[in-house]
């Protein structure tokens, strides 16, 4: 039996790959994340209600546990609340990330590592390659490069796998993602403003989930795009969604991101080169519109 140790477990992704990681029997589970643990299934793996803040706790936890694989998904992600605290932000996202990665260093632990599309300044004019210049334009984007630069740094056996605007179903969380609240704001005809320049490649949690399953099972090393494959301003995300789930368009209103006077700045193109994804890790190639299909059909069966 291997040991993976998932940090962010209640999160969006976390949740993903506890029950991803339930159904491959060589693997034992330990799930990390704060308060009580908000998974709908509990049973098959261990949950530890832990402050990564708490770096005495968590280094305890993970002498006691030793994984052979270290999957970091908790961060602080919302990207105004980064801008506004920059002190908290930097100690989740880079001090918490430097605790994780000395005890990897010191035990040869495998550590994969979620990153972001928000480290460009979306002004190359074209999809991003793994390789391409960072230049975040916010503060969590900065934050989540100062962690990757870390870690590509260091000598421990590591993948980092970056996203771009990730969506899915999160049990016992009311957080929602950029095709919930469309879908949920329409549903409830409500008008929404979004923006017509922003283009994004969305990504389906169950999808990112996989990807760091293929990294970690193939020992994956370097940098990794991970996202579906269509570029698309976020209005057209939305008015995909309106489509998908026979809602009303005309309730949604494309705007300039300036009209929305945002704390943080955001990118303006941040699609990813999957190439060296799909050759490397064998990451499989959708389109945004056919995983919201398979996303609708999981919201019915759940409705059903
Ligand atoms: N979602 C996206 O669109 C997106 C895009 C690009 C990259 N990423 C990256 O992908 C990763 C996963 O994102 P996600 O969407 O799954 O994030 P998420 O839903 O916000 O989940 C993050 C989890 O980390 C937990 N956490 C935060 N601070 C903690 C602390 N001090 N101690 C213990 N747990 C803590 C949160 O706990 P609470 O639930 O209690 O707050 C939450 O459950 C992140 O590294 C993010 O930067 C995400």
Redesign the pocket.
């Known amino acids: 039996m291997k040991k993976v140790v998932i940090?962010?477990?209640?999160?969006?992704?976390?949740q993903k790959l506890v029950k991803l990681f339930l159904g491959k029997p060589d693997y034992e589970i330990h799930a990390?994340?704060?308060?009580l643990n908000?998974l709908d299934d509990q049973k098959g793996y261990k949950y530890y209600d832990?402050?990564?803040?708490d770096n005495d706790k968590l280094i305890t936890l993970l002498t006691q546990v030793l994984p052979d694989v270290i999957i970091?998904?908790?961060?602080?992600?919302n990207v105004d609340a980064c801008e506004l605290q920059q002190e908290e932000c930097d100690r989740?996202n880079i001090e918490?990330v430097a605790n994780i990665l000395a005890y990897c260093d010191k035990k040869d632990t495998y550590l994969l590592h979620?990153?972001?599309?928000?480290i460009f300044d979306g002004e190359k004019g074209t999809i991003y390659k793994e390789e391409d210049l960072a230049n975040p334009v916010n503060y969590y984007g900065l934050s989540?490069w100062k962690s990757e630069l870390m870690i590509q740094e260091s000598n421990v056996p590591h993948a980092i796998l970056?996203?771009?605007?990730?969506y899915g179903l999160?049990d016992g969380?009311d957080?929602s993602?950029i095709v919930l609240w469309v879908k949920n704001s329409l549903e409830a005809n409500k008008e929404i403003r979004v923006v017509t320049d922003q283009l994004r490649m969305p990504?389906y949690?169950e999808d990112l989930a996989e990807a760091c399953w293929l990294a970690v099972e193939s020992r994956a090393n370097g940098v990794f795009n991970v996202s579906s494959n269509e570029l698309m301003s976020i209005y057209e995300i939305a008015l995909a969604v309106a489509d998908a789930f026979a809602l009303d368009k005309k309730l949604i209103h494309p705007v300039a991101t300036s009209a929305l006077s945002l704390p943080a700045k955001r990118p303006f193109s941040t699609g990813f080169d999957l190439n060296k994804s799909i050759d490397e890790i064998n990451l499989p190639s959708h389109s945004f519109t056919d995983r919201l299909q398979v996303f609708k059909n999981q919201l019915n069966s759940l409705e059903a």
């Open positions: 940090t962010g477990s209640n999160g969006l992704l976390g990390l994340s704060r308060g908000r832990i402050d990564l803040l970091h998904t908790a961060a602080m992600t989740m918490v979620l990153s972001t599309d928000f989540k970056r996203t771009i605007l990730v999160v969380n957080r993602n990504t949690a």
